[in-house]
């Protein structure tokens, strides 16, 4: 017994439902679902499929064509009923032109009136269930012709075209639209066009083609020679409609057929040739044949070899690779078995005297009268020992060249020297420019805009056509994203395939120049430090000095003494914090800028300090920046400055917001703040309660790659402290610090 059919019957009127679904569900063709409303219909077909809906037209809800515009407007093709006591001709018409499938009035006896219904369901459902299968079968054979590696096309009576699929487009170089409507005699050669039309005219009469050969001329005047199967679509009186015809390409076999027939021809005339090594061996393994450059090649004279067996001698064969040639994969075994040629089989052979000779096989069977395996093969040996070693050699510089070309961590390009197209490069050069190697070959540096300027461009090429070579030229570069980085290109020029061309190293200096700028900073900051301390030192010397003088006047006053030396002390005592304190920045500088997670090194910094009850919040992990290895010391100092002037602090912030170009880092805390009447001094060399140079480090470590602080905090409120990264100095970390 089939699966029963699932029908869902919508009606306000409870009886009729129990009814209906007696009389439905007593002949186990359905099984049905009843409900009161469309509503409760609806929440039900969200969930559950049914093969059918039946809706009476007026309920208190919605009537029965909302309910069914409501389905068709979600896109439910499930057949649809109307059955209804109501009988207007208008209802009829807008039941079924909104997508009804029946509309079936109520009344009359229930038993006919039941079985009538359960007849309008099965139509239904067949019908909708044969449309579905029609649009897949159509669209299979629609994906079938479009999709197909084979050349296919149909036509109709009247020679018309009328489907021309991709493979054809491609093969006959001709659109599907350029075709479409026309007759078929432009697609043949002047040559074979009566002999092709003919075959179409038989085609259309009910003849089916198998393997016949037609030949199409291209677009471009090429011929190619294609081998067609056809069949005839019928209407449904047997009319033939269309003819649809499926071809394999075969030009380039044809061409080897005609090809092998000629060097079969010309091979049996090779025997009394000398300059190759001819051998004629029976199939006996009898040498027959063994011309003057066999000798040569094997050395070995032709009388110590005609009339025995090619085993009773044996040399050893390698192949390219340097394994073993095996006898079963012989050339002239293979054909003397098969009765197939062998061509260019490349094979060493090492001689009697340990020389190792490498040569070109080829071999073609002889056949007797009314023969199917041949009596014997002639093998031709051609000496290709010099190429083989130059290949060798050739291959190895390749290898090497190759593997330069790869591994290098610049950008190597090879472009014409006249054009400027590009026509290699290695994967770097995508790393470093953006453009994918397709987006780059066969266009040039300014087509792409990777140079700003085209005069820059001019003045390379000078210099390499007057030199031979260029090295170190520092030019602007731009990536694909707009960003503009600096660039050192060596460049030199090579022959390829006849022609001169430019091969480019590309290098990106961008950081090395951003670190020569930093460390030139680095030097400037230094020696105004070391000036400022070295002044603030002479002053205390000279105090001291004075103070040491008064002394040696005042001694025979103890007390005074007593005084200025303990004034003395307290002028020794800052001469020593100063030296001291020049050992928070001599670190400044001695490394050159690096790329740092900031989220990383503020934890990393949090982690080493007592922070008691003061709680960290981390806003960002995903920030680098390109700053002085010391900005751990900014973090720290900012952190102190916090712990020794905050107050009462609960907790301490860093967070990051990405401002136009620039990126901002802060730092807060909910501490007591910063006096407004201070906030212009605090970034001073000296200014605070303590050694005064906390703030002022850190400014001068940011300065190095141009980030810039400032404090904008509420007094009162906290400290807040904005540190501007400018462009090119961020970037989001590839793989945040957790």
């Not at 009035?105 to 369901?121: D, H, M, T, V, Y």
Request: charged share 25%; glycine share 6%.
């Amino acid at each position: 017994m089939t699966d029963r059919l699932r029908v869902l019957y919508v009606d306000d009127e409870t009886a009729l439902l129990e009814l209906a679904k007696l009389f439905l569900e007593k002949g186990d063709l359905f099984f049905v679902d009843t409900v009161t409303s469309p509503g409760v219909a609806l929440d039900k077909l969200n969930s559950e499929l049914y093969d059918a809906i039946i809706s009476d037209y007026q309920m208190p809800e919605m009537d029965g064509i909302t309910f069914l515009k409501q389905l068709k407007g979600t896109g439910d093709a499930t057949p649809f009923i109307i059955f209804t006591g109501r009988g207007r001709e208008e209802v009829v018409i807008e039941a079924l032109n909104e997508g009804a499938d029946f509309y079936l009035q109520k009344g009359g006896e229930p038993r006919s009136q039941f079985a009538e219904l359960s007849n309008k369901i099965r139509y239904a459902v067949t019908r909708r269930q044969a449309e579905e299968a029609l649009h897949d079968t159509t669209e299979h054979l629609h994906n079938l012709f479009f999709y197909a590696n084979a050349p296919i096309m149909a036509w109709d009576p009247d020679y018309h075209i009328t489907r021309f699929n991709p493979a054809l487009e491609h093969l006959s170089g001709r659109s599907e639209k350029e075709v479409q409507g026309k007759t078929l005699d432009f697609l043949f050669p002047d040559t074979s066009r009566e002999a092709s039309m003919a075959l179409i005219e038989k085609a259309l009469k009910g003849e089916r083609w198998e393997t016949v050969e037609i030949p199409i001329l291209t677009k471009d005047g090429t011929i190619r020679i294609v081998i067609w199967n056809s069949a005839n679509i019928l209407d449904p009186k047997g009319r033939i409609v269309s003819t649809i015809a499926q071809g394999i390409d075969i030009t380039e076999r044809k061409q080897t057929e005609i090809a092998l027939q000629k060097n079969e021809e010309w091979y049996r005339t090779l025997v009394a040739s000398v300059n190759e090594a001819i051998i004629l061996q029976e199939k006996t393994g009898e040498v027959l044949t063994w011309n003057r450059a066999a000798e040569h090649l094997f050395g070995v004279p032709a009388k110590e070899v005609l009339g025995h067996t090619a085993t009773s001698r044996k040399w050893e064969t390698i192949r390219e690779d340097g394994s073993e040639f095996p006898d079963s994969k012989h050339p002239s075994i293979h054909t003397l078995e098969t009765g197939e040629a062998c061509r260019n089989v490349v094979m060493g052979i090492k001689k009697d005297d340990g020389t190792l000779s490498w040569v070109n096989i080829n071999t073609s069977p002889l056949f007797g009268p009314g023969d199917t395996k041949p009596y014997a093969v002639v093998i031709s040996f051609l000496d290709i020992t010099e190429r083989k070693q130059g290949e060798i050699a050739l291959q190895s510089a390749q290898e090497k060249y190759t593997k330069a070309f790869l591994a290098s961590p610049d950008a190597i390009m090879i472009s014409d020297l006249e054009t400027g197209c590009f026509v290699e490069m290695n994967d770097v050069t995508s790393q470093i420019f953006g453009y994918s190697r397709d987006e780059m070959i066969g266009k040039n540096a300014l087509e792409l805009g990777i140079w700003l300027k085209k005069e820059d461009w001019d003045d390379l090429i000078t210099q390499v056509k007057k030199s031979g070579r260029v090295k170190g030229y520092e030019v602007y570069n731009r990536h694909k994203s707009g960003k503009l980085f600096n660039a050192s290109i060596s460049a030199d020029t090579i022959t390829l395939d006849g022609r001169v061309h430019l091969i480019s190293i590309v290098r990106n200096i961008t950081e090395h120049i951003r670190a020569e700028e930093a460390l030139r900073q680095i030097n400037k900051k230094l020696n105004q430090l070391s000036g400022i301390t070295r002044h603030d030192i002479k002053n205390q010397l000279h105090a001291l000095k004075r103070l040491l003088d008064l002394s040696a006047r005042s001694a025979h006053d103890p007390e005074k003494v007593s005084r200025f030396i303990e004034d003395g002390q307290k002028i020794a005592d800052i001469i020593e914090q100063q030296i001291n304190i020049t050992k928070d920045y001599e670190n400044i500088g001695i490394k050159g800028p690096i790329w740092q997670n900031i989220g990383y090194l503020f934890k990393m910094v949090m982690k080493q300090q007592n922070m008691n009850d003061i709680a960290m919040r981390l806003e960002t992990t995903d920030f680098e920046v390109f700053a002085d290895p010391l900005l751990e010391r900014v973090f720290f100092n900012l952190i102190d400055n916090t712990r020794r002037h905050g107050g009462q602090v609960s907790y301490i912030s860093l967070s990051t917001a990405a401002r136009e170009n620039e990126l901002v880092v802060i730092y807060e805390d909910d501490g007591q703040g910063i006096p407004n009447a201070d906030k212009p001094y605090i970034f001073n060399r000296g200014f605070g309660k303590n050694t005064g140079l906390g703030l002022f480090l850190a400014c001068q470590i940011l300065s190095i790659t141009a980030i810039t602080i400032t404090e904008t905090g509420e007094p009162g409120k906290g400290a807040r402290f904005e540190m501007t990264v400018p462009e090119g100095m961020w970037r989001i970390a590839e793989n945040s610090a957790e």
